[in-house]
């Protein structure tokens, strides 16, 4: 079984910058595709993207595309969210999670078998 642990989250301004981490631990990494999601108050989790096995293959959904990165180091079992240009509406509470479902399932949070206790972002204005 997969544990995960998110860190990284913080208070920043708008247009600031936040790298995320998610280390997991108990299982073999490399063998599940990881996703970010996010959950602002009231708001269902939102899928934010994915990355596959290595970091050859990425997927964002729309509103971030351009402004974070998601990659991977295997070596040390870790999962990275890096997030540029933040704007006020990125304000959630960010999990990682991890998955073995195929790329047409990524953005469903249904679809992943291990979460993180989530990490709070909040982007002032």
């Known amino acids: 079984q997969l544990q995960l642990v998110e860190s990284g989250g913080g208070l920043v301004q708008a247009g600031d910058s936040l790298r995320l981490s998610c280390a997991a631990s108990?299982?073999?990494?490399?063998?599940?595709?990881m996703g970010w999601f996010r959950q602002a108050p009231g708001k269902e989790r939102e899928f934010v993207g994915a990355i596959s096995w290595t970091n050859g293959n990425t997927y964002y959904t729309d509103s971030v595309k351009g402004r974070f990165s998601i990659s991977r180091d295997n070596r040390v079992n870790t999962l990275y969210l890096q997030m540029n240009s933040l704007q006020p509406e990125d304000t959630a509470v960010y999990f990682c999670a991890a998955t073995r479902v195929v790329v047409s399932g990524l953005a469903q949070p249904e679809n992943y078998l291990y979460w993180g206790q989530g990490t709070q972002v909040t982007v002032s204005s």
């Open positions: 108990g299982g073999t990494f490399s063998q599940y595709r």
